[in-house]
Nanobody
Framework: QVQLEESGGGLVQAGGSLRLSCTAPGPVFKTRAMGWFRQTPGKEREFVASIGSNAAKLFYSDSVKGRFTVSRDNAENTLYLQMNSLKPEDTALYYC?????????????????WGQGTQVTVSS
């Protein structure tokens, strides 16, 4: 079994910043694209960002483009999401996920393992 662990969530005022982290044990991490998704109560889980196995390609949803940055440290098996200029609509439970391939993916069905999520709350 693969266990993903997210951390770094919290309460922040609009305009503030947070950095989320995700650890994914095992050698397979280095060969897979990774992604971030988020979900609010009563809504479908939505794609946020994805990064290729070698970090050569990045992909963001239009809602976070220019404000969020996804990165990874393959030597430490860690994925990051730097979130700047946060807005109240960014409030959600954020999930880290491992893709089934090395190329970037943005659909839920392209990911085989998920973390339990870390809560991000942005006040007005």
């Amino acid at each position: 079994q693969v266990q993903l662990e997210e951390s770094g969530g919290g309460l922040v005022q609009a305009g503030g910043s947070l950095r989320l982290s995700c650890t994914a044990p095992g050698p397979v991490f280095k060969t897979r694209a990774m992604g971030w998704f988020r979900q609010t109560p009563g809504k479908e889980r939505e794609f946020v960002a994805s990064i290729g196995s070698n970090a050569a390609k990045l992909f963001y949803s239009d809602s976070v483009k220019g404000r969020f940055t996804v990165s990874r440290d393959n030597a430490e098996n860690t994925l990051y999401l730097q979130m700047n200029s946060l807005k109240p609509e960014d409030t959600a439970l954020y999930y880290c996920a491992r893709s089934v391939a090395g190329e970037i993916r943005f659909q839920e069905r392209d990911y085989d393992y998920w973390g339990q999520g870390t809560q991000v709350t942005v006040s007005s």
